[in-house]
Structures are given as C-alpha cells and as structure tokens.
C-alpha cells in the first residue's frame, strides 16, 4: 500500500482568516512602524505608507487570485513552482521564511519590551525567549484551538487600538504632526519604505492555512479583503494620532510607542495608562501567534516537498499539526532575537516580504500564459494593471532597500545564494527536477 502523504485538518472559516490575517500584522500598529520617523519623519512616513498602501490593495486583490487557485500550505512557495519550476520554488520559499522566520523575533523583542515597560524589573529577552515557548505550545494544541484565540487576540487588540484612538484624539495636534514634517526630503520616503511595509507585512500567510479552510476559495477571498480593509483604516489613524501627540524624536527608536504616548497624555503613574499597556499585549500577541501558524507551515510544505529535510513534515496523528515545523521554528527566533535588534530584524523581515510580492505577481503574469485553463475562482480584477502596479511598486521598495540598507540586503542575497548552492550539492535539485519533468499532471507540492 501507498502511504498517503502528510495532510492538515480542514477547520477554518472565513472569520478565522480574517483573525488570522488582522492578527498576523497587528501588532505592526504597535510598534516597528515608528522607526521610520528617524529616517523620514512624520509626513515622509505618511507618504510611504500611503505608496505602500496602495501596494497591499492592488497585491491582496492579485494574489487572492493565486491563493484560490492553488489552495497549498506552501503559498508563494507552491505558486512558484507551478509557474518556473523547482528554483523559482527555491527563492519563493527562501524569501517567505526568511519574512515569516525573522517577524516573530522582532514582535517577541517587542512583547518582551511592553512588559518591561509595566514591570521594570523583568528583562526584555528573557520575556521574549518565554514567549515563544509558551505560543509554540499553544499551537501544538490544534488549528482549531489555535485559530480560536487568534480570533479572540485579535477582537481584543483592535478593540484597545480604537480605544486608544478615541482617547489620545481630542489631544492630537496637526501643528505637532507637521513638527520637523520631512527632515531628509524624499530619499527619507523611501529609505522609510520597510517601515510603512511592516504596517501590512505577512498578510499573505493567510495562504499558508489555505489547506486547512473548510469553504474554500470564497472564504480565502473574503479572509483576504476584509482583512486588508481593517489593517488600511488602522494603519493610518494610528500614524496620524501617535503623530499628533509629541514630537516624533521622542517616540521613533522606541518598541513600546503607543503606551509611551497614553503615558504623555495621562501621564506615566495613571492607571489607564498601565491599562492601555496591558491591553497593548493582546494585539503583539495576536501577530507573534498567528506569524507562528504561517511560518510552521511555510516549513512543513517546503520539507513535504524534499526543499528541506523530510523529518520536518511531520505531522502529529492527534491534533494534525506540524510539531517538528514548530519547534525548528521556535529555536531559529530565539536565536535570531538575541542575535539583532528590533530594527535590523523589521528590515530583514520586509526584504524577504518585497521579494515574495515579486516573485508572487511574476507567477501571476506567467501562470496565465501557461495555464490559461486553470481553474481560478477569483481572479485579479482589471488584470493587467492592477497586479503590473503591484509588481512595480514592490520593485521600486526592493531597490530603496538595497540601496538604504545594504548590509543587510546583501546578508540576505548571500543566504539566497548559500541555500541554492547547498540545494544543488545535496543533489535535491536534481530529484526534485526530475519529478517536475514527468509527464502532466505535475505533482504539486
């Protein structure tokens, strides 16, 4: 007998996708996006979020198009395949976990920060690296239970951000917003580009839960949109509020900004404040579980498909989740906090994002020319332009990034070109390419 292949349990609804993706990049509302104020200040950074606004809706609506086509925990991963075979896989797959993998440690750097803001004597690191144990244990528990409390981590968190909105409001001032509005013209806009990203980035892994939807497509469509909607409305009021509150000198290198901005409007000692503070968690919390779902199956399509070792496909006969995907994870994010800081972890994050938007909108373009046949339940509206829009815009911020942050772009390029060359000595490119060369139908991943 044929042993059937490692497979994950259909459980989700279109209101857990839209938990999971509001929760995968809530928490970028927290914190991270402020570091672009330190290199483009208040409006410079406005600008790049609106360009990469625009960015997001004219990606999610394309991409949703791959999503429901080609419905696999791989994601990009699995579109690249299809479209330019086992190496556009590669680097596929290598730029979604090095976006997915370095994400965590950087909202794990960030949980650690707000609760050393609310009890001082507890480090930073040594709260991150609990974190990550005890949110790797939860997703051990099922996709059910998981996706149940990213649905209530999320409802909590947008609940405070609105909260939060309606207090710091009637103190904002648009003469304090304008304060030092554009220091470093506009090669700030875009050296602020990865910041105005981290507002948006991991959206996509909304995908890698696409095997685990019980409605297919039309949940996949409305899991993406609705959660697009919400993050665009956030994004912008939250910006524009913490903005208005204080001189953006006093908030741009800070992990923890919006209980510091409570704590100017109320003042540090008022118990609303160490509410808003606590509060604050639910929403890193939502994102540093939900990045952990997408990453562990980000890894287990990869290893399910021979691009890493096959131990790390292994799927628990109980709950069905990929437990070895999860630990492997779980160590690398350790490692990786301890090793950066939250800035260079947000850069090297949003590299990997703005190479998986490239690679993602080239499969779109490609795909329709070779498979002009596939079936595709939703399709990218206006098409061409609005995925050549998208295309054009994550080009243009992958080039702002090499050229503003180029040590880490090349420690990123370098990666790329250490696990191709290991791809090619361990001979799996070969096996693997020997498989996509028989006859149709192709194996998908």
Excluded at 3 to 18: D, G, Q, T, Y
Excluded at 49 to 71: D, K, N
Excluded at 228 to 238: C, E, I, K, Q
Excluded at 244 to 256: F, N, P, S
Aim: aromatic share 14%; glycine share 8%; hydrophobic share 55%.
């Amino acid at each position: 007998m044929t042993e059937n292949p490692p497979a994950l349990k259909k459980a989700l609804k279109p209101i857990h996708l839209w938990a999971i993706g509001v929760g995968l990049v809530i928490s970028g509302e927290y914190f991270g996006w402020n570091y672009g104020w330190g290199v483009a200040g208040t409006v410079g950074l406005l600008i790049a979020t609106l360009i990469i606004t625009v960015l997001y809706f004219t990606f999610i609506f394309s991409f949703t198009e791959l999503t429901t086509a080609i419905p696999n925990a791989g994601g990009p991963f699995a579109y690249a395949l299809q479209a330019f075979g086992p190496l556009g896989a590669l680097v596929a797959g290598y730029a979604t976990l090095i976006e997915f993998l370095f994400a965590t440690p950087a909202i794990g750097l960030a949980l650690g920060s707000y609760v050393h803001f609310l009890y001082p004597s507890i480090p930073v690191v040594w709260c991150s690296v609990a974190s990550f144990v005890v949110f790797t244990v939860i997703n051990l528990l099922g996709i059910k239970e998981a996706a149940w409390f990213s649905l209530i981590m999320t409802i909590i968190a947008i609940g405070e951000l609105l909260l939060f909105i309606g207090v710091v409001y009637p103190h904002t001032s648009l003469d304090t917003f304008m304060h030092n509005p554009m220091p470093f013209g506009w090669p700030g806009v875009f050296a602020a580009l990865p910041f105005a990203i981290w507002l948006f980035v991991c959206l996509e892994g909304i995908a890698m839960v696409a095997e685990e939807v019980k409605e297919g497509s039309n949940a996949i469509a409305k899991g993406y949109i609705s959660a697009v909607l919400t993050l665009a409305f956030l994004a912008l009021t939250v910006m524009v509020s913490v903005g208005g509150i204080t001189e953006w000198e006093k908030l741009d290198h800070l992990d923890y900004p919006m209980p510091e901005a409570i704590a100017i409007v109320l003042g540090r000692q008022n118990p609303l404040t160490k509410f808003f503070a606590s509060v604050g968690l639910f929403g890193l919390i939502a994102s540093f579980h939900g990045i952990i779902i997408s990453y562990s199956r980000q890894i287990f399509a990869l290893a399910r498909s021979g691009y890493l070792p096959h131990a790390l496909s292994g799927v628990s006969k109980t709950r069905q989740v990929p437990y070895w995907a999860l630990l492997v994870g779980a160590i690398f994010g350790i490692v990786a906090l301890i090793a950066l800081d939250t800035s260079k972890l947000v850069v090297l994050s949003t590299i990997g994002a703005v190479v998986v938007y490239v690679i993602s909108m080239l499969s779109l373009f490609k795909l329709r020319q070779s498979q002009p046949t596939m079936l595709r339940p939703f399709k990218a509206p206006f098409y061409p332009v609005v995925p050549a829009i998208a295309l054009l815009l994550a080009l243009v911020a992958l080039c702002a990034m090499i050229y503003f942050y180029s040590w880490l772009s090349l420690l990123f390029f370098c990666g790329l070109v250490a696990v191709m060359g290991l791809f090619y000595v361990s001979g799996r490119y070969r096996k693997i390419k020997e498989e996509w060369e028989l006859p149709h139908p192709r194996p998908l991943p």
